[in-house]
């Protein structure tokens, strides 16, 4: 079973860093790609980030490029986002899940959520 548990979530000021963990289990992690997916309150599933296993590429929604960095370690089954320079429009509650954007916004893994708050 794909289990999935994000952590690293907090209240933080503009400009702001923090980093979002995320223990896979259930399936083999570094056969598989994984993405960063986040729901702003009142709106839908908004995808961050993919990182892809076999060539190592990142893709990045062009809000967060040049401020979020995704990566993994497979030793450990864990995917991280950094996120540096945090506005008040990165609050929201961030998902990680099994697979590329179209999975991760339609499929059915996706971890519990971490809330992450950017305000003075």
């Known amino acids: 079973e794909v289990h999935l548990v994000e952590s690293g979530g907090g209240l933080v000021k503009p400009g702001g860093s923090l980093r979002l963990s995320c223990a896979a289990s259930?399936?083999?992690?570094?056969?598989?790609?994984m993405s960063w997916v986040r729901q702003a309150p009142g709106k839908g599933l908004e995808w961050v980030s993919t990182?892809?296993?076999?060539?190592?590429?990142?893709t990045y929604a062009e809000p967060v490029k040049g401020r979020f960095t995704i990566s993994t370690d497979n030793a450990k089954s864990t995917l991280y986002l950094q996120m540096n320079t945090l506005k008040s429009e990165d609050t929201a509650v961030y998902y990680c899940?099994?697979?590329?954007?179209?999975?991760?916004?339609?499929?059915?893994?996706r971890g519990q959520g971490t809330q992450v708050t950017v305000s003075s």
């Open positions: 259930g399936f083999t992690f570094s056969s598989s790609p």
């Open positions: 899940a099994k697979g590329g954007l179209a999975s991760a916004l339609h499929g059915p893994y």
């Open positions: 990182i892809y296993w076999y060539n190592n590429t990142t």
